[in-house]
Nanobody, 128 residues
C-alpha cells in the first residue's frame, strides 16, 4: 500500500523558516518524481516544487524561487521542502505527491494531473 506522510508544518512569523518532510511507508520513493503542492482556502491546489528521481532536476513555482529548496534523502526514503523567507501568502495546506509514470515534459512537473499518490497534508500558517 502506497502511503505518504507529511510533517513539519506549523505557525511561523513572516520572514521565518520551516522544513517540511514527506516520508514513504510501504514503498521506496524511487518513482519518477516527488512534488510538493499547496492549497489555500478557496483556491485550487498549486504546484510548488518537484524533484525528478531520474535525473535529480528540480522545479519551482515562480512564487517560491529563491526561497524554497526541495531535496531528497534516499537512505531515509524522505523528501524535504526547506522554506525560507516565508510570507503570509505561503499559508496553505502542503501536500506531497508521487508520480509513478514518466513525465513527458519539464513543463508538466508542477501539474497536479501527473501525480498519483498523495499524503494527507500539513498546515503551514505564516502570520504575525
Amino acid at each position: 500500500q502506497v502511503q505518504l506522510v507529511e510533517s513539519g508544518g506549523g505557525l511561523v512569523q513572516p520572514g521565518g523558516s520551516l522544513r517540511l518532510s514527506c516520508s514513504a511507508a510501504g514503498f521506496t520513493l524511487d518513482y519518477y518524481a516527488i512534488a510538493w503542492f499547496r492549497q489555500a482556502p478557496g483556491k485550487e491546489r498549486e504546484g510548488v516544487s518537484s524533484f525528478s528521481i531520474t535525473d535529480s532536476k528540480t522545479y519551482y513555482a515562480d512564487s517560491v524561487k529563491g526561497r524554497f529548496t526541495i531535496s531528497r534523502d534516499g537512505a531515509k526514503n524522505t523528501v524535504y521542502l526547506q522554506m525560507n523567507s516565508l510570507k503570509p501568502e505561503d499559508t496553505a495546506v502542503y501536500y506531497c505527491g508521487t508520480a509513478t509514470g514518466e513525465i513527458d515534459s519539464d513543463m508538466y512537473y508542477l501539474r497536479y494531473e501527473e501525480y498519483d499518490y498523495w499524503g494527507q497534508g500539513t498546515q503551514v500558517t505564516v502570520s504575525s
